[in-house]
């Protein structure tokens, strides 16, 4: 395989300046040197070749040799064949390597742009899990603060329950008390009304002698007349102030003996002088 001079720049010719571009600095060097050595190559080939004599080699004419043939073959083209044979081999070698180191380039390249886009994609994913989870965690975050703010009010709501309950119970004890209270107030209110009766029945003398002990003294007060005299009629007036019937029922003595004017000036019963805790309005 013999190449000509000039097969350098055919050989440039057909790596084109794409396929340089491509290799690395290394082996763009590597290359240039390949040149510079093909073309000195080159030019000794063709001053040595200038000067040699061009000799036909003789041949047997039987054609039997593989040799001669070749002889024949190189003879013919005017080359050395040894020295064609070793600049195929060495380029061939180059070219070789420069291949494998060029395979080797896009490889690592390839795989450098692979990782940047895969470095990028999760770096992508990575903040769209961030946010979401942010998001996620910031929901949270309200309906634990809705959930505690719903647990303090149901609460209040129940302590208030528990307020209610209570107050209930007390005013359910306040009527029942009350409710026996006026059956009690009832049963010595008829008591005191059959009393003020008995004692009416009984007092028909004693009011023509006290008539006539007021005639003949002429000192009793008009007034002390008028009053006794509606007592003998039933009529039952304050212990205080003797001009008004009795309304107030004291508690918790149960004495029925002031009126209502007087019952809110006092703070004891004027019968039996204990302390007075209520006074309830009795209608006769």
């Not at 050989?11 to 290394?26: C, I, K, N």
Request: hydrophobic residues 35%; proline residues 3%.
């Amino acid at each position: 395989m013999g190449i000509a001079p000039g097969g350098a720049a055919a050989a440039e010719g057909g790596w084109g300046e794409a396929a340089l571009s491509l290799l690395p600095p290394a082996a763009a060097a590597a290359n240039k040197r390949l040149k510079e050595q093909e073309l000195l190559i080159n030019s000794q080939i063709s001053s040595a070749a200038a000067d040699f004599p061009q000799n036909r080699p003789v041949s047997t004419g039987l054609g039997l040799s593989l040799d001669d043939r070749r002889l024949a073959a190189a003879s013919s083209s005017g080359d050395s064949p040894p020295l064609f044979l070793m600049l195929d081999d060495e380029i061939d070698r180059e070219l070789q390597r420069q291949e494998v180191e060029l395979d080797r380039f896009i490889k690592i390249k390839g795989e450098q742009l692979r990782q940047a886009i895969l470095e990028k994609v999760q770096s992508k994913h990575l903040e769209t899990l961030t946010s979401v989870e942010d998001r996620i965690l910031r929901r949270l975050r309200e309906k634990e603060v809705e959930v505690d703010s719903i647990n303090r009010k149901n609460r209040e709501l129940e302590e208030q329950m528990k307020q209610l309950t209570v107050e209930v119970g007390n005013w359910q004890s306040r009527a029942k008390y009350n409710e026996n209270m006026i059956s009690t107030l009832k049963f010595h209110l008829q008591q005191v009304v059959g009393q003020s009766r008995d004692s009416k029945e009984g007092c028909g003398d004693s009011e023509v002698d006290d008539t006539a002990s007021c005639c003949n003294v002429k000192a009793m007060d008009l007034q002390l007349v008028c009053r006794e005299s509606k007592e003998s009629k039933g009529q039952v007036y304050c212990r205080v102030c003797r001009v008004k019937e009795v309304c107030m029922l004291l508690l918790p003595c149960r004495h029925l003996c002031l009126c209502k004017d007087c019952e809110s000036k006092l703070g004891f019963c004027p019968l039996c002088h204990s302390s007075k805790v209520i006074g309830m309005e009795v209608y006769m």
